[in-house]
């Protein structure tokens, strides 16, 4: 294929009424975004605005995060057709029944999660801005991965922010982590996961304005960062797209994504919003259950602000932030995109949901009938997938984004299986 | 005259408390501010994800939320000062969700009822101040704008656009309670806000001592104190309001008398 469709640059035109012209010049969609930040940050956040408008316009920007997509990352991933699992399916279908299972298998990338489509970008932004230090938060650990695998690749000293849980239950990553060199912070707050982990990040971003820049790990936080990590992160529906249209001639008929904040979900969806036949669905953590501990910020959340925007939260009646609870670190967050937030209000994408136990088996089940060994975030997805997939016609193609590898969850999925390693 | 306009027009500098709802017996600690010489009461609104503040204060909201704090609980602590206290500002301080969680307009009345003079909301910059302010500016409840060492000549006049009760420059780039800025970077400030507003400038963050808040004072219309409060609360449990009046006063002292020894 061409690696025309994989530039960062070349955004398929938008038209007056498109869905793609999001947000608007205060980073707000609709009601959501925004940018809600310390009056010490806002000029920092403003500078970046102002540098990602120079680097959209800029030849040369496009050029060096598509080379590095190409050459370092190992872009375009493939787009898989997953016979066995679509067969394996059918067998449970009523007649005529069983749409066909596509992946895009972006845990093939370099570190083994998309997270790091969004690293490049950011730090060819930080790098334009003179910043010399770099600091992220994590979950799962693949955007800590992915953004120490680009400090390494740029020289940049590196401090990730990660909640103790989260340490515990992804030790490999860790490992991983303080290989490529950085320093991780185990930050001990609240439930020690990804919420405490941002809280952490912003405090130390604000206490180094001058020479630091955050990486956010996804399409949250204040504006620009949803919009630019979107957009980064696009590159994975606009490869789908045009290797669905070389294989087959058609658009998908459903994009299926897992959504903790939603940055593999916004990836895939944003350049197909414009395609009315495309219907979209996207899949939040419901943990225990909708009715326990779960992590589904639109199913079980209302409006309100956190870490920089406005958003759907799991919050109580007096606007206290609720623990989320996700067998995957990775969604395991009490909020959500605020593109995602709007794009659920006005209807264009469906929101659902998987337990921890929809995500346990769809893992296992992706694994013996595919030989891949799917991360715990896009288990969720493929659990909604074997429940879709079952309603549509054997001719419709559902697209489900593979967001990363299961490598760093074999401990857990072990321990939940009851499984001695 | 308003409270902030009495407060601020004494003949010396003034000492602005903070503390954080719901840590300790809050009353009798808010009486012991008073009591020790406190000019404005600064009452911290507990969140579960304070990102500017330190680890003092995220500690106090830990103790806070244990204790079973709710928003009613604040503004019943609020109500209880203001009969208590008729002539001393008090301002609530905090983040944007506990805020705006019933509304804008809910908050602004709750605040107007309860006697508050002012808001000091953390996470929402001029850019998104139609998320709060109007409400406030309707109710008639200050809206304390903060500028910081970031706030540049040409964002001040948008961060004043809207502001009531006094300005607070946060004197260090970070959060609560860590260091402390030069007192010549302070004098700089200070007379660059001046120069674009007639509003009072209390400074703040990091102040922790009689003698970095008598330096302070003897440059700023107000000195900040917060994290070193809120430290003795935590240090000393149901016996803090003691503790607490005997640092006000030492503070109190140093603020009080700082202009007329620099004069």
């Not at chain 1, 971003?205 to 992160?233: C, K, M, S």
């Not at chain 2, 939320?65 to 208590?84: E, L, P, S």
């Amino acid at each position: 294929m061409s690696t025309q469709s994989t530039s960062f640059s070349s955004q398929p035109p938008a038209h007056a009424n498109s869905l793609r012209q999001q947000p608007d010049s205060r980073g707000h969609f609709g009601i959501f975004g925004g940018r809600f930040v310390a009056e010490t940050l806002m000029p920092l956040v403003l500078d970046l605005e102002r540098e990602y408008r120079a680097a959209q316009n800029d030849p040369a920007f496009a050029a060096e995060f598509d080379d590095l997509l190409s050459h370092y990352v190992g872009r375009p991933s493939p787009l898989y057709y997953a016979e066995r699992l679509t067969d394996e399916l059918r067998k449970d279908a009523p007649a005529g029944k069983g749409a066909q299972i596509w992946f895009k298998r972006d845990e093939l990338n370099h570190t083994g999660a998309h997270k790091i489509n969004n690293c490049i970008g950011q730090i060819l932004l930080a790098r334009r801005m003179g910043k010399t230090r770099i600091i992220a938060e994590t979950g799962a650990g693949q955007h800590g991965v992915a953004t120490a695998t680009v400090c390494a690749r740029f020289g940049l000293p590196c401090v990730i922010y990660m909640g103790a849980r989260d340490m515990e239950r992804q030790q490999p990553n860790v490992f991983r982590m303080k290989l490529l060199g950085a320093e991780v912070i185990g930050v001990e707050s609240g439930a020690r996961t990804l919420k405490d982990a941002m809280n952490e990040a912003l405090r130390d971003w604000v206490a180094n304005v001058h020479d630091t820049f955050y990486i956010i790990g996804t399409a949250a936080g204040p504006h620009p960062y949803p919009e630019l990590v979107r957009d980064f992160q696009s590159v994975i529906g606009k490869e789908a797209r045009a290797q669905l249209l070389e294989r087959t001639g058609r658009l998908p008929d459903l994009l299926v994504a897992a959504i903790g904040g939603g940055s593999n979900a916004i990836g895939l969806f944003h350049p197909f919003l414009d395609d009315p036949s495309v219907k979209m669905l996207g899949v939040e953590a419901a943990g225990h259950g909708l009715d326990k501990e779960h992590a589904a910020s639109l199913a079980g959340g209302s409006p309100g602000i956190l870490h920089g925007n406005r958003t759907y939260l799991l919050q109580d009646e007096d606007g206290q932030i609720d623990e989320a609870h996700s067998i995957s670190a990775g969604l395991d967050y009490p909020g959500i995109g605020p593109e995602h937030a709007w794009l659920r209000d006005i209807g264009r994408v469906d929101y659902t949901s998987a337990t921890d136990k929809d995500a346990l088996d769809a893992f296992q089940l992706l694994c013996r009938t595919e030989g891949i060994i799917p991360a715990l975030e896009p288990a969720h997805a493929i659990a909604a997938v074997t429940k879709v997939a079952l309603e549509m016609d054997r001719d419709a193609i559902i697209v489900a984004n593979l967001c990363g590898r299961g490598d760093k969850d074999i401990f857990t999925v072990a321990e939940a299986l009851g499984t001695q390693i | 005259m308003s409270r902030f306009a009495a407060a601020f027009t004494k003949p010396h500098a003034a000492l602005v408390t903070f503390v954080t709802a719901g840590d300790g017996h809050t009353a009798a600690i808010l009486d012991a501010l008073v009591a020790g010489g406190a000019d404005v009461i600064e009452l911290g609104m507990p969140f579960t994800d304070p990102m500017a503040d330190g680890p003092a204060i995220q500690a106090a909201n830990l103790r806070s939320f244990a204790a079973g704090t709710k928003t009613a609980d604040i503004f019943a602590i609020a109500k209880g000062f203001r009969a208590r206290h008729p002539d001393i500002p008090l301002v609530l301080m905090g983040y944007a969700n506990p805020m705006t969680r019933r509304g804008a307009d809910w908050f602004a009345a709750a605040c107007q009822d309860a006697g508050v003079d002012g808001v000091i909301c953390v996470d929402i910059p001029f850019e998104e101040d139609d998320s709060l302010g109007p409400a406030l500016r309707a109710a008639g409840v200050d809206q304390i704008r903060l500028a910081t060492p970031t706030t540049d000549v040409a964002r001040l006049p948008a961060v004043l656009d809207g502001a009531g009760g006094f300005l607070y420059y946060v004197s260090v780039a970070g959060i609560t309670g860590l260091q402390q800025a030069a007192q010549a970077s302070i004098e700089e400030a200070v007379a660059r806000l001046r120069a674009q507003t007639a509003l009072p400038i209390a400074v703040g963050f990091g102040v922790r001592t009689p003698d970095q808040a008598a330096q302070i004072a003897r440059v700023a219309d107000g000195v900040v104190v917060g994290s070193a409060l809120v430290e003795i609360v935590a240090q000393h449990g149901a016996d803090a309001p003691r503790h607490i009046e005997t640092f006000t006063r030492s503070l109190a002292a140093a603020i009080h008398g700082a202009k007329e020894i620099a004069a």
